[in-house]
Structure formats: C-alpha cells, structure tokens
C-alpha cells in the first residue's frame, strides 16, 4: 500500500505551477494509496507573514484542495501547525543533519541571497521538510521538480538515521511528473513560474478571473519564429503554453502540434484561454461551495486527529531508538 504525503506553502496565491506539478497529482494519487495532504502553514513562518493574512491563506489552501478535487473521505488534510510531531521530529532530524547539506541547498541559496539577515529557519526548512514527510512513513511524495532536491535531503537524512539507530525510517521516493512538473513563468520562460515572484505577468492565480489572465496569456513571451513545435531547448516559451493546454485540456501534446501545424502562436493562445476559462472557472465554482469555514475547520479537525495518531507513533520509534527517555 502506498503511504502519499505532499504539502503546499501558504505563503502566496496558488498558481497554475502548483496545480499542475502538485495538485493534480493529489487528486489522482488519493484513489492509489493512503494520502496525507498537509498545509505547511509553519514552512511559511520562514519569511515574514502578516498574521492575519496568514490565517485566511492557511485555510484558503486547504479550500483549494478541496476545489481542486482532494476528497477528505479518501485523503487526509490537516494544517502542519495542528500536528506538533513535526516540530519535534524537525529538533530531532537536525540532530542528524550536516551544514554542509543544507549549505548546498539551491532553494536556500536563492532566498538568502544578496540578504544581510536570514532567519535560522529559511536554513533548517528543509529538514522540517524531511520530518514531515518521514512521520508518515512515506512512500511516494508528489511534488514538482523544484523540491527534488529537499527529497533527496530526506533520503539522506533518513538513510544516516537508519545507519545510526537501526531500521526506523521508511525511505520514500520522489513522485516527480515526466511532463508538468515545471511550468515556467509566463513573462520568462527561463524562470520557473512562482507564487512569490514580484512579477504579476509571469503567473496565473488558480482563483484568477479570466480577464486577468487573458492578457498575461496573449502578452506570454514565445519567440519571432512563429511556428508551433514542442521544444522547451529551443523554444521555453511555446513549449510551456504547449504544457499548460495539454495538460488542462487532458490532450497530448503531439496532437495539439498537429492540430495547430501552420497556424500563428495568437490562435493557439486564444485557445488556452478558453481552455483555461473554462477547466479554472470550474474550480473556482467548486471553491465557492467549499466556503462553509465551519465545515472546513471540521475537515481539519479530523484531518489532524488522524495524522496526530499516525505522527505520534513514528515519533516514539524515533525517541527510542534515539535513547531519549518515554514513561510506558
Ligand atoms: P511550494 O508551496 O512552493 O509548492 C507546492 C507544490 O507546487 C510545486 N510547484 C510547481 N510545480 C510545477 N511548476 C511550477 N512552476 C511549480 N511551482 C511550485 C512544488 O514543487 C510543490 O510540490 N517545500 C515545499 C512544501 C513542503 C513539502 C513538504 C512538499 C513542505 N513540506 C513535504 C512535499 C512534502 C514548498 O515550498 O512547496
């Protein structure tokens, strides 16, 4: 049976890039093992968050999860804070892990770059990262291709764990799609699309209207030759319009090639738009439905009961092994 975690920041507006790389991957791996699907609402606490802002974006992403087709009696949802094995486990796993790994870490290097002052936890982030997955006893985690590198972390981390202490950790393997797993920035296809970007041109919100994103979709940049082929090398910003349609309209790419062959890049785009009006116009109808917060906050009530009961029992594994003193 395959044990799934996966979680998402709520540190900004969901973007195409998380659906398409990470929650459409929940949706379809919550009919294909037992899903933990978690809102790491302490992971945002690495870059200074409005209080109040944090709140409502914490339960807006479990609301998306929702929208987007996670189902609570299949999957369990919960926010990270609700669960206080993972700062615990966090303490613990940093007691296993190496400066010199988390020095290498690209993610760290980009946000802390150029910066005088970097809080201790934008540098330990990745290893609450390993402990949220590694309490669960994970097997695949789905994620886009910008957190391969964390999960390779949490292998490590796992593996030097499992040397030291016995057999204690499941080692889990990255669910990385061949194809979405990054979608780039709109305005510039040599960047990878982001909720935190300055730039409002280079994303699509999931909640965002279509006239907001008609026109960042016929301003996408692509390039002067005008002609339609899937060649990210070459080509980034075609290709990733090529990614986006195929993967919404549920189309392979090779017959939106065909079906656009000789055509300019404006139809093609014209397209996706009504594509996308239509596939994000669904999830945000769904988004509304799900707007009762005191049905929501049940969700995460049980959620966290449920991923408390098996958080716990890792942890105690994790504690005796460890040599730290339980009462029976
Ligand atoms: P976060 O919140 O930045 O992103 C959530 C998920 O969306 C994916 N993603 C993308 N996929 C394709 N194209 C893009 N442009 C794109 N942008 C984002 C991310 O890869 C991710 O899967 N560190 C994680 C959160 C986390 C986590 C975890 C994930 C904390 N603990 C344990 C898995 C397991 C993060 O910041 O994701």
Request: glycine share 8%.
């Amino acid at each position: 049976m395959k044990r799934i975690f996966s979680g998402v920041q709520p540190s900004g507006n969901l973007t195409i890039g998380n659906y398409l790389g990470a929650i459409k991957q929940f949706v379809e791996l919550q009919n294909e093992g037992d899903a933990f699907y978690c809102v790491v609402d302490l992971h945002a606490l690495t870059v200074p968050q409005d209080p109040d802002e944090l709140r409502k974006r914490s339960r807006e992403i479990a609301q998306l999860y929702l929208a987007c087709g996670v189902d609570p009696d299949k999957a369990t949802i919960f926010l990270q804070s609700h669960v206080k094995e993972h700062a615990e486990l966090g303490w613990l796993l940093q007691c296993v892990s190496y400066t010199g790994e988390l020095n290498r870490m690209t993610q760290y290097k980009d946000k802390s770059e150029g910066k005088s002052a970097v809080h201790v936890g934008l540098y330990t982030y990745p290893v609450l990262m390993a402990a949220d997955i590694l309490l669960y006893d994970t097997t695949h985690v789905p994620v886009g291709d910008d957190q391969k590198q964390h999960i390779e972390l949490t292998r490590d981390i796992a593996e030097r764990f499992n040397g030291r202490y016995g057999d204690v950790l499941v080692i889990p393997e990255p669910q990385i799609q061949e194809f979405g797993a990054r979608i780039m920035a709109l305005d510039d296809p040599e960047k990878k699309m982001s909720k935190s970007a300055e730039s409002e041109g280079s994303r699509i919100g999931i909640l965002e209207p279509p006239e907001r994103f008609r026109k960042k979709i016929m301003r996408a940049v692509t390039d002067a030759e005008n002609e339609i082929r899937f060649d990210p090398e070459k080509k980034p910003g075609i290709s990733n319009l090529l990614t986006i349609y195929s993967m919404f309209a549920d189309v392979p790419v090779e017959s939106l090639v065909e079906r656009y062959a000789g055509q300019g890049y404006g139809t093609l785009k014209k397209d996706l738009v009504e594509v996308l009006e239509d596939k994000l116009g669904k999830i945000q109808q769904r988004f509304v439905q799900f707007d009762d917060q005191a049905e929501l906050d049940n969700i995460l009530r049980r959620g966290a009961e449920k991923a408390r009961a098996v958080a716990e029992a890792t942890l105690n594994r994790v504690k005796d092994a460890m040599g730290l003193v339980r009462f029976g």
